[in-house]
Nanobody
Framework: QVQLVESGGGLVQPGGSLKLSCAASGSIFSKYTMAWYRQAPGKQRDLVARITRLDNTNYEDSVKGRFTISRDNAKNTLYLQMNSLKPEDTAVYYC?????????WGQGTQVTVSS
């Protein structure tokens, strides 16, 4: 019954910004820490950032200071504000709980950083 739908990706030049959204159904916002993950071609899917129900946040070192994770529990929506984007940020971005549940993966949203 849980569904996660990512949106907001696109093509952006280096140094640009994007804001990703993750719309959730079910009861996961009342139960779990939420997180953003990303997967570049030929690479594993890695944790980018996570946020607890009390808004405690953690970030992967390469995005710290550039990305901000947030949540709106009333709207069952997770966000990722991405600033100062670099080509190495190019990937498909996914949301999930933390730790992940395989059946919760959505389709992801493509972020491409290129000049």
């Amino acid at each position: 019954q849980v569904q996660l739908v990512e949106s907001g990706g696109g093509l952006v030049q280096p140094g640009g910004s994007l804001k990703l959204s993750c719309a959730a159904s079910g009861s996961i916002f009342s139960k779990y820490t939420m997180a953003w993950y990303r997967q570049a071609p030929g690479k594993q899917r890695d944790l980018v950032a996570r946020i607890t129900r009390l808004d405690n946040t953690n970030y992967e070192d390469s995005v710290k200071g550039r990305f901000t994770i947030s949540r709106d529990n009333a709207k069952n929506t997770l966000y990722l504000q991405m600033n100062s984007l670099k080509p190495e940020d190019t990937a498909v971005y996914y949301c999930n709980i933390y730790p992940t549940r395989p059946d919760y993966w959505g389709q992801g949203t493509q972020v491409t950083v290129s000049s």
